[in-house]
C-alpha cells in the first residue's frame, strides 16, 4: 500500500515562511517524479513544484524564486520550503506520486 501524509501547514503572516514535509510509505519516492499542487475555494487546482527522480525542479510562474522543493530519498521526503509566503499562496497543499495523493495540509497566508 502507497501513504502519502502532507505536513508543515499552518497559519502565517504575509512575508512568513513555511516548510511543508509530504512523506511516503509502502514504496519509495526514488524512482519517481514527485509533485506539490495546491488548491483554493474557487480555484482549480494547480501545479506549485515538481522534483524529478533525477533532482530537476520546475515552479509554477507565481512561485519561482520563493519556493524550494527538495527530496530526501533516504527519508522517503520531499519537502517545500515556502518563502516570502502572500496571500494568494493560500490552500490546501497536497502532494502526488505515481498516481497517489496525499491528504493536503493547510496553509493560510493572512495578517
Known amino acids: 500500500q502507497v501513504q502519502l501524509v502532507e505536513s508543515g501547514g499552518g497559519l502565517v503572516q504575509p512575508g512568513g515562511s513555511l516548510r511543508l514535509s509530504c512523506v511516503a510509505s509502502?514504496?519509495?519516492?526514488?524512482?519517481?517524479?514527485v509533485a506539490w499542487y495546491r488548491q483554493a475555494p474557487g480555484n482549480q487546482r494547480e501545479v506549485v513544484a515538481i522534483i524529478g527522480a533525477n533532482g530537476a525542479t520546475n515552479y509554477a510562474d507565481s512561485v519561482k524564486g520563493r519556493f524550494t522543493v527538495s527530496r530526501a530519498n533516504a527519508k522517503n521526503t520531499v519537502d517545500l520550503q515556502m518563502n516570502n509566503l502572500r496571500p494568494e499562496d493560500t490552500g490546501v497543499y497536497l502532494c502526488?506520486?505515481?498516481?497517489?495523493w496525499g491528504q493536503g495540509t493547510q496553509v493560510t497566508v493572512s495578517s
Open positions: 502526488t506520486v505515481d498516481g497517489y
Open positions: 509502502g514504496r519509495s519516492f526514488s524512482p519517481y517524479s
